[in-house]
């Protein structure tokens, strides 16, 4: 019998459950950039009653998401501020500059938390001043991919709140995965979500569903985001099966995160014991491990080969020096174990 693989390289090589799969197979196929498709509606609406928003936004992707989200909210004038390792910033190909037409101001932080005094001198009153471009959008990260999955306190993002009502601001949240930062702060989204005018969120990595985010705020900013939607090219056809998988991603699969923080907590904690260079388990919030290779004799790269080839599969991340592994659905326990003997395996070689 050959030992399954475990591939760690991202919560969105999550299949769907069979649950998934049945209520794909009987879902509804209307045209919902015509006439509507029901599914979608439902989907849309469980969305923003999660995040305690009048409506919803189903979008092909969470870079999709943000792109008509920023548009939505700045009708391509301005800037936006947002800490400088954010998604948006640094994975998402420069849409925001070169299809949103914006510009960006990247401002320090920390663990993905913006710096809250350097946001608050970056903020401008939008049209202020015949020489400086006003503030359009403020964008924030929760839970943070390069920080590691590092969640924003509640406390920052209410502050930070005040400030964008205090200068008439809209804020955005880029909640790819929402529901990690929810479970690791054991609150519900719309805790989370009150602190912004829209959110965005994945049902495409831990949450299992094959594709799709869910774009949430008023009905006047979601019916402008579907004209955006429309634009950018992301109308939705028949999307009722991806829908049905979405719905149950959402309520069966978002109560299920904290086994993959544990997990994650695990693997850290193991992979500290090998060697306490690599990673500080006490930084584990949800279900990202980024680990640092510098001090190991082995490069990323050499990481990815040799584990690669007992099966267990990780990505390199940006440098020869990180790689950043994500538990998900399919990585339990004794996956963990088997990795952390493979890892020291690896390193007493
Ligand atoms: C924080 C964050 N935002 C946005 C995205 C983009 O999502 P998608 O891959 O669906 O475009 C990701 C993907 O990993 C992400 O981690």
Redesign the pocket.
Same mark, same amino acid.
């Given at each position: 019998m050959t030992t399954p693989e475990i591939d760690l390289r991202?919560d969105?090589v999550t299949r769907p459950t069979p649950e998934m799969l049945a209520a794909m197979a009987h879902a509804s196929l209307g045209d919902d950039s015509r006439d509507g498709d029901p599914t979608v509606a439902r989907l849309e609406d469980i969305a923003a009653q999660q995040c305690g928003k009048q409506a919803g936004l189903f979008l092909?992707?969470?870079?999709?998401?943000?792109l008509v989200a920023i548009l939505a909210h700045t009708g391509r004038a301005g800037e936006v501020l947002m800490e400088a390792t &954010? !998604?948006?910033l640094t &994975?998402?190909l420069g849409g925001i500059g070169a299809l949103a037409g914006l510009f960006t101001r990247p401002l320090p932080g920390h663990r993905g938390a913006p710096d809250f005094d350097a946001l608050r001198a970056a903020v401008r009153r939008p049209g202020i001043g015949r020489n400086r471009v006003g503030t359009a959008l403020i964008q924030l990260?929760t839970? !943070?991919?390069h920080a590691g999955g590092a969640v924003l306190p509640l406390a920052l993002m209410a502050a930070i709140r005040g400030l964008s009502l205090q200068h008439n601001v809209p804020v955005h949240i880029?909640?790819?995965?929402l529901f990690n930062a929810a479970t690791a702060l054991g609150v519900g989204v719309d805790v989370i979500a009150q602190h912004a005018d829209s959110v965005?969120f994945?049902i &495409?990595?831990g949450l299992s569903a094959p594709i799709? &985010?869910l774009l949430c705020g008023t009905e006047e900013f979601i019916e402008n985001a579907r004209g955006y939607r429309r634009m950018v090219g992301g109308n939705l056809r028949q999307a009722g099966p991806l829908a049905a998988a979405g719905i149950i991603a959402i309520e069966r699969m978002s109560t299920r995160l904290g086994e993959d923080h544990a997990t994650a907590k695990q693997l850290a904690t193991g992979l500290a014991a090998l060697d306490p260079s690599l990673v500080d388990p006490a930084a584990i919030e949800t279900n990202i491990v980024r680990i640092d290779v510098s001090r190991s004799p082995l490069d990323a790269a050499s990481w990815e080969q040799k584990l690669g080839s007992v099966g267990i599969r990780v990505g390199a991340y940006g440098t020869e020096k990180q790689l950043r592994l994500v538990t998900h659905r399919h990585v339990d326990a004794a996956a963990i174990d088997r990795v952390l003997e493979e890892v020291g395996r690896m390193l007493r070689r």
């Open positions: 991202s969105t092909p992707s969470g870079t999709m998401a943000n &954010s !998604h948006t &994975s998402e990260e839970s !943070h991919n880029d909640g790819a995965r965005n994945c &495409s990595k799709g &985010s």
